[in-house]
């Protein structure tokens, strides 16, 4: 192929590779919030995860603790409460972490939307 060519498909190639990563910018900061946000998700999960492993191994061990049937109940009520109590505290950190990450999206968005405005 002549070198002047082989130049003007470079120069093609050049642009082509051009304007497909400016077309495809936006959606980079898209992708970033995706993986964020997966993470942030599987993390939480991973400590609720906890919390259930906790309770069930407390649930499991207090017939042991406790000789009288009386203080066993009264026992495992606390620690139904408990766990009630932790996982509300999960549930409001949930619901602010999808807030977040929607004030993120429409942050992203309105961004997306004005590079594309002024490309």
Do not use: C, W
């Amino acid at each position: 192929m002549p070198t002047k060519a082989k130049d003007k498909v470079t120069d093609q190639f050049k642009q082509f590779t051009d304007m497909q990563a400016k077309s495809l910018e936006p959606m980079r900061q898209f992708f970033g919030i995706a993986a964020d946000a997966s993470e942030k998700i599987m993390r939480k999960n991973y400590e609720v995860m906890g919390d259930l492993v906790e309770h069930a191994v407390a649930t499991t061990r207090a017939p042991l603790a406790y000789d009288n049937i009386n203080d066993l109940a009264t026992a495992q009520v606390e620690q139904t409460k408990a766990f009630a109590e932790t996982m509300n505290a999960r549930t409001a950190e949930y619901v602010e972490l999808a807030k977040s990450l929607g004030d993120e999206l429409q942050t992203a968005t309105a961004n997306a939307a004005s590079a594309v405005k002024a490309a």
